[in-house]
């Protein structure tokens, strides 16, 4: 039956393909289908997997039992009793012969279908039942497909990938090729797996809240970045209906990219900087592709991210990411942000003993500063690559002047090193910090003068303004871009920015939303960086206004007091002002 759920969208695009659901240890079912006279040796098949994981509970069960008390050896029994129910094995049985499903697909079907009738039950002892399901699923899949199991990294065709939560290093070791999508049951809008997903270019959801057990891997699903839904084993008609969505967007990307050699200027002659963000090397292509000025924020920890099997990456390994992007850009900008992780995200590093509250915690630039020697090595790389194209340095999470200092002379004795060592780097490499701590804004008057240009980090601003945690589900209705107090936040930014003469960018994930690009332009911000997909659309928009009317429209925004108002408003003006043109 289709099932249709409702999640957040964080990266768009329409992805239609096979389900590979990655419960706990990321089983992947390679065919749903047998020939219909090969059903009684797939019957055997898993006759033999269900003898043979009896056996191995029976071991369990006993050496448990022996080892720890009956208590414990009991879990196991309960396991072989499930097992070896006739009315299950029957239900295996009918599948493979009425519909010559796999055995592994019979198995995974019915089990998932026990496990959400438990579920549905609400029953706390039902609910606790359902990890033994899965327990027991786990089971004979690995003895169906023995070596045939796949990991997220070793892929060998296309998949939609459904998770319950994806960690950020494993968002960053994804197979870039085969991984068409994904979907979580947790997370939320600003979570680096949102972040990954756009720099694949790949529709993601996240927060859909529990469904794995909806769903079984070799299901067909269709996943809509753009609404936040995932279907489930769709009927032919919503096949149609998405097979169509896709066709036209592809339209529209083509016409789209038909903006990339025509200049972003607005309709009255104003110019405006259209900057991309990057998180790997091979991205400053697609900036490039899709016409950006340059690249506004090159988030470099995902260098330590995808680097956590082979440990910390070496002082080699961040110079060749960065000579690889600043000769792809040439005389483009490009900004390099120092790592921003928190230490939950770095095992290697001593971890703090109370992290309770990682966003408040031991992160980004306050790591930087606790462990000079890695940020050292990361500052000598930026610099020595800085002699390869026009690379800039950006601090990020600074709060207090006295972080921006220290980061700042630790940069100064580096460049000293290098220079007494003959290592050639640019000598007037710019330094810029992000503005994305409530106190930084409050203090810019001083930031301004200390530093050569400043970006607006809006996704943590809106998380520290607000008090939201950007990647909590239970929070996320009350996480917006467009709350009043955020844009004052901003507006203010820019205005102290142009006083001191110092060029503001505005890297959150707000400025790639069309929604928002009259307001901010309105609000005075003339460079955009963005995610590379939306780089035409945010150029479209760009194109089809005058900053009168910008001015207009923002002088409006900041009457309202509450975000509702300002984005039913913002939504009118973009259909009037843009979707009304053609594309
Ligand atoms: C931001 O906070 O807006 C930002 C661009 O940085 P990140 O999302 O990497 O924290
Ligand atoms: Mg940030």
């Known amino acids: 039956?289709?099932?249709?759920?409702?999640?957040?969208?964080?990266?768009?695009?329409?992805?239609?393909?096979?389900?590979?659901?990655?419960?706990?240890?990321?089983?992947?079912?390679?065919?749903?289908?047998?020939?219909?006279?090969?059903?009684?040796?797939?019957?055997?098949?898993?006759?033999?997997?269900?003898?043979?994981?009896?056996?191995?509970?029976?071991?369990?069960?006993?050496?448990?039992?022996?080892?720890?008390?009956?208590?414990?050896?009991?879990?196991?029994?309960?396991?072989?009793?499930?097992?070896?129910?006739?009315?299950?094995?029957?239900?295996?049985?009918?599948?493979?012969?009425?519909k010559a499903y796999s055995a592994e697909y019979a198995v995974s079907v019915t089990l998932r279908r026990y496990a959400d009738v438990f579920r549905r039950l609400r029953n706390a002892w039902?609910?606790?039942?359902?990890?033994?399901?899965?327990?027991?699923?786990?089971?004979?899949?690995?003895?169906?497909?023995?070596?045939?199991?796949?990991?997220?990294?070793?892929?060998?065709?296309?998949?939609?990938?459904?998770?319950?939560?994806?960690?950020?290093?494993?968002?960053?070791?994804?197979n870039r090729e085969f991984v068409r999508g994904f979907v979580t049951e947790t997370g939320g809008p600003g979570g680096h797996t949102a972040i990954v997903a756009q720099a694949l270019e790949i529709p993601a959801v996240v927060g859909v809240g529990s469904f794995l057990t909806d769903v079984s891997g070799g299901d067909i699903v269709i996943i809509d970045g753009d609404a936040g839904l995932i279907i489930i084993r769709p009927d032919e008609g919503t096949l149609e209906v998405y097979r169509h969505k896709l066709e036209r967007a592809h339209e529209i990307a083509v016409k789209l990219l038909e903006l990339r050699d025509l200049e972003a200027v607005t309709m009255d002659g104003v110019t405006i900087n259209l900057y991309g963000n990057i998180e790997f090397p091979s991205e400053a292509v697609h900036c490039l592709e899709r016409g950006a000025d340059g690249i506004g924020l090159y988030r470099t920890e995902f260098i330590y991210l995808s680097a956590t099997s082979r440990g910390i990456p070496t002082e080699k390994d961040h110079?060749?990411?960065y000579k690889t992007v600043a000769k792809v850009m040439g005389d483009k900008v490009v900004t390099i942000r120092t790592f921003d992780l928190g230490a939950d995200k770095l095992p290697q590093l001593p971890n703090p003993t109370d992290e309770r509250n990682p966003a408040l915690g031991l992160r980004s630039v306050r790591l930087s500063?606790?462990?000079?020697?890695?940020?050292?090595?990361?500052?000598?790389?930026?610099?020595?690559?800085?002699?390869?194209?026009k690379l800039r340095i950006m601090f990020p999470l600074i709060a207090t002047l006295l972080e921006l200092r220290q980061a700042k002379m630790l940069l100064a004795d580096v460049r000293e090193e290098l220079y007494e060592e003959g290592v050639p780097c640019d000598p007037n490499i710019q330094v810029g910090m992000m503005v994305e701590v409530p106190a930084a804004v409050i203090m810019l008057d001083h930031f301004a003068k200390e530093v050569d240009f400043l970006s607006i980090g809006t996704n943590d601003l809106i998380q520290y303004a607000l008090a939201v945690d950007r990647s909590n589900l239970d929070v996320v209705d009350l996480y917006h871009s467009e709350d009043p107090a955020v844009l004052k936040l901003i507006r203010r930014t820019i205005e102290v920015a142009d006083q001191h003469g110092k060029p503001v960018s505005l890297c959150g994930q707000m400025s790639s939303d069309p929604l928002?690009?009259?307001?901010?332009?309105?609000?005075?911000?003339?460079?955009?960086?963005?995610?590379?997909?939306?780089?035409?659309?945010?150029?479209?928009?760009?194109?089809?206004v005058t900053?009168?009317?910008?001015?207009?429209?923002?002088?409006?925004?900041?009457?309202?007091?509450?975000?509702?108002?300002?984005?039913?408003?913002?939504?009118?003006?973009?259909?009037e002002r843009v979707r009304g043109d053609d594309v």
Do not use: W
């Not at 207009?552 to 913002?570: G, P, S």
């Open 1 to 98: 039956m289709m099932k249709k759920l409702q999640g957040i969208a964080v990266s768009p695009g329409i992805a239609i393909g096979e389900a590979m659901v990655l419960s706990n240890e990321g089983f992947r079912i390679p065919k749903r289908f047998v020939l219909r006279d090969a059903t009684e040796s797939e019957i055997k098949r898993l006759k033999s997997a269900i003898a043979d994981a009896s056996e191995e509970l029976a071991a369990n069960r006993d050496s448990m039992t022996k080892e720890l008390g009956r208590k414990y050896g009991d879990i196991f029994e309960a396991h072989l009793q499930i097992l070896n129910d006739s009315k299950l094995y029957g239900e295996f049985v009918e599948l493979i012969r009425e």
């Open 547 to 575: 900053i009168t009317e910008c001015r207009k429209i923002a002088e409006k925004v900041m009457t309202f007091d509450n975000h509702r108002e300002i984005r039913n408003y913002l939504r009118i003006k973009l259909l």
């Open 319 to 321: 110079f060749n990411a």
């Open 126 to 174: 039902l609910t606790e039942r359902i990890n033994d399901i899965f327990d027991i699923e786990k089971r004979l899949l690995h003895l169906l497909l023995g070596k045939a199991r796949e990991g997220l990294n070793q892929l060998t065709s296309e998949v939609l990938v459904l998770a319950s939560g994806l960690t950020p290093s494993e968002t960053a070791n994804l």
């Open 369 to 389: 500063l606790k462990n000079t020697n890695l940020f050292r090595q990361q500052l000598r790389a930026i610099l020595r690559a800085s002699q390869y194209g």
């Open 516 to 544: 928002f690009a009259m307001l901010l332009m309105g609000l005075g911000l003339r460079q955009f960086s963005v995610s590379p997909h939306t780089l035409p659309e945010i150029k479209q928009v760009i194109r089809s």
